[in-house]
């Protein structure tokens, strides 16, 4: 068994010539670290085609790990398209996890499709670094009672994401790495 599905060179190559951009001048990271490494995975997927060439990539990975899922989502904005875009090749249900609890209304943190105890979902990300993010909305899914099945981000860009689920006992599968790149990876700090 390959570890990556056939549809995956594609949607690198959108990723390589579209989201990654390298720098002379090095740049902070979310987790605070700095690097010369740029990936605008929002850019990469920034129209329907490409979207779609790379949901199917993720999604093809999901199941070529036997990761079985609901419902899709993650943190807000980074697995926004992402969510949408794979939610529309597999005919599942999309979620997006807020960053701060809405104010009105139902007062939720998760829009999109209801989250019910059991549900099982698939964490997803443009980009990770350490994980923190994901691991945000893994917290307020699991709250919620659904069952987090799997991570797939569409870039990692180190070893230290795939750590941090494993010790929660999450399968992890980024569809592309640092390593494709050929990039440094972030450091475990």
Partial sequence: MSDRPETWPAAFELIRTRGYEHRAEPFKLAS?????????????????????????????????????????????????????????????????????????????????????????????????????????????VVTAGAVVAGVIPMVDRGDVAAKRFAKRGVPFAALVTYRDLGIEPVKDV
Wanted: charged share 25%; no cysteine.
């Fill in 32 to 140: 605070g670290q700095l690097s010369h490494d740029y990936i605008d995975g929002k850019h990469a997927i920034d129209s329907g085609e490409r979207l779609t060439i790379v949901s199917r990539a993720i999604a093809d990975l999901a199941a070529l790990h036997g990761i079985d899922y609901d419902a899709v989502g993650g943190l807000t904005m980074g697995a926004d398209s992402i969510s949408i875009g794979v939610a529309m090749v597999t005919g599942k249900r999309w979620f997006s996890v807020r960053k701060e609890q809405k104010s009105r209304g139902r007062e939720q943190w998760i829009e999109g499709t209801r989250l019910e105890p059991g549900t099982r979902v698939l964490l997803v990300d443009d980009v990770i670094s350490t994980g923190g993010s994901t691991e945000i909305a893994l917290e307020r």
